[in-house]
């Protein structure tokens, strides 16, 4: 049975709570220890649903293979949760708050491919709500990947084609509105502004369980990379809140979304839900934009042969979408010089692993 940790201090009403904190004052210069940190994330509603902590291991062969910094991997594939990935801490927090509003329907608009859909599905079985999921691009796709696990999941599946998808927040909008007209209280996920922050959230928990786990292991100047997102963006608040001086890469997997809406301009609303004294700025992650090929979900070669590399030297999986992109960075920087060689370089593997299946026939291909 889930239980959902409520804390004293727990304000339900986010929108309350955001007004709230707005009143706080605190100094730039001021910073949180790791226990002040925690108890600022304990005052929101939590429910146990990840595989906490994620490991953190070495990479040796891939170290090895590469020649240069010393590689360790952050393993959000493990977190469970219907294959697992970063966004099982999204959901966390996510969850029991859109239990507590009171909403009796999730809807969602993604991409046919997406891994948001199907963690969001398998959240959303948890708590026992029911969800409607707006796919696009996904009319006479083969049932495969992240697909086939959202149908299996009991996702109430719109498989928009390419002219539908153009309107697919429209469509998703109609089916909110006639679900209101037939009495229930729906929560169509893009209307809010909860889940912009929420992952962010999740990651500043996970900054302080990777500050433990990189204390244990003697780890040095640290240099992380990851996809140029929500997670990364918790890491960076967390490593900035308690003082740590870990450097932060970003790899864009996708030309369609930009930085600024989807994380940047939402730097003060996570300071002001979380109370923290600072928060995080373009100038502390360094963007790599140069991996995306032809778009998101087109799989370049540079990305399959990263894919290939990391499961024969350390037997790490990576998707064909996010990490496989990321990995195929973090593999062109070292062999450019992009990282110091005295640095410890901290790869974040933030799931998608039903993807590599989509690309099936890709990946079969492939020599190397």
Same mark, same amino acid.
């Given at each position: 049975?889930?239980?959902?940790?409520?804390?004293?201090?727990?304000?339900?009403?986010?929108?309350?709570?955001?007004?709230?904190?707005?009143?706080?004052?605190?100094?730039?210069?001021?910073?949180?220890?790791?226990?002040?940190?925690?108890?600022?994330?304990?005052?929101?509603?939590?429910?146990? $649903?990840?595989?906490?902590?994620?490991?953190?291991?070495?990479?040796?062969?891939?170290?090895?293979?590469?020649?240069?910094?010393?590689?360790?991997?952050?393993?959000?594939?493990?977190?469970?949760?219907?294959?697992?990935?970063?966004?099982?801490?999204?959901?966390?927090?996510?969850?029991?708050?859109?239990?507590?509003?009171?909403?009796?329907?999730?809807?969602?608009?993604?991409?046919?491919?997406?891994?948001?859909?199907?963690?969001?599905?398998?959240?959303?079985?948890?708590?026992?709500?029911?969800?409607?999921?707006?796919?696009?691009?996904?009319?006479?796709?083969?049932?495969?990947?992240?697909?086939?696990?959202?149908?299996?999941?009991?996702?109430?599946?719109?498989?928009?084609?390419?002219?539908?998808?153009?309107?697919?927040?429209?469509?998703?909008?109609?089916?909110?509105?006639?679900?209101?007209?037939?009495?229930?209280?729906?929560?169509?996920?893009?209307?809010?502004?909860?889940?912009?922050?929420?992952?962010?959230?999740?990651?500043?928990?996970?900054?302080?369980?990777?500050?433990?786990? $990189?204390?244990?292991?003697?780890?040095?100047?640290?240099?992380?990379?990851?996809?140029?997102?929500?997670?990364?963006?918790?890491?960076?608040?967390?490593?900035?809140?308690?003082?740590?001086?870990?450097?932060?890469?970003?790899?864009?997997?996708?030309?369609?979304?930009?930085?600024?809406?989807? $994380?940047?301009?939402?730097?003060?609303?996570?300071?002001?839900?979380?109370?923290?004294?600072?928060?995080?700025?373009?100038?502390?992650?360094?963007?790599?934009?140069?991996?995306?090929?032809?778009?998101?979900?087109?799989?370049?070669?540079?990305?399959?042969?990263?894919?290939?590399?990391?499961?024969?030297?350390?037997?790490?999986?990576?998707?064909?979408?996010?990490?496989?992109?990321?990995?195929?960075?973090?593999?062109?920087?070292?062999?450019?010089?992009?990282?110091?060689?005295?640095?410890?370089?901290?790869?974040?593997?933030?799931?998608?692993?039903?993807?590599?299946?989509?690309?099936?026939?890709?990946?079969?291909?492939?020599?190397?």
């Amino acid at each position: 049975m889930l239980h959902i940790l409520f804390r004293k201090t727990f304000i339900s009403n986010f929108q309350r709570h955001h007004r709230l904190l707005q009143f706080t004052t605190m100094t730039t210069t001021q910073k949180l220890t790791p226990d002040q940190l925690q108890e600022r994330i304990d005052r929101l509603p939590r429910m146990q $649903i990840a595989h906490l902590p994620t490991p953190l291991e070495e990479m040796p062969r891939l170290t090895e293979r590469l020649g240069g910094p010393n590689i360790w991997i952050k393993r959000e594939d493990m977190t469970g949760l219907a294959f697992g990935g970063n966004k099982a801490r999204h959901y966390e927090f996510e969850m029991p708050h859109v239990q507590n509003e009171g909403y009796d329907v999730m809807i969602n608009i993604m991409d046919y491919h997406s891994n948001n859909a199907r963690m969001t599905a398998a959240a959303a079985n948890k708590i026992g709500i029911r969800y409607i999921l707006v796919l696009k691009n996904s009319a006479n796709r083969k049932m495969q990947g992240n697909l086939l696990i959202d149908k299996i999941l009991g996702a109430e599946l719109h498989l928009l084609d390419e002219f539908q998808s153009g309107d697919a927040e429209g469509y998703a909008t109609r089916l909110k509105e006639q679900l209101e007209a037939d009495g229930h209280r729906p929560y169509l996920i893009q209307d809010h502004l909860f889940p912009r922050i929420v992952g962010m959230v999740g990651f500043v928990q996970a900054g302080i369980e990777l500050q433990e786990q $990189i204390e244990e292991n003697g780890l040095k100047n640290v240099h992380i990379i990851g996809v140029a997102g929500r997670s990364l963006c918790g890491l960076i608040l967390a490593a900035k809140t308690m003082g740590l001086d870990w450097k932060f890469t970003g790899v864009t997997v996708t030309y369609e979304v930009q930085l600024d809406e989807y $994380i940047f301009d939402h730097n003060k609303d996570i300071q002001e839900l979380l109370d923290l004294p600072v928060t995080f700025d373009k100038s502390d992650m360094r963007v790599l934009d140069q991996y995306i090929g032809e778009g998101y979900g087109v799989m370049t070669a540079q990305v399959a042969e990263a894919i290939h590399i990391a499961a024969q030297t350390d037997a790490i999986i990576l998707d064909p979408n996010y990490t496989g992109t990321t990995m195929a960075a973090l593999i062109d920087q070292i062999e450019q010089g992009g990282f110091d060689n005295d640095e410890t370089v901290i790869f974040l593997h933030t799931g998608g692993l039903p993807a590599v299946f989509t690309f099936a026939e890709q990946l079969a291909k492939f020599k190397q």
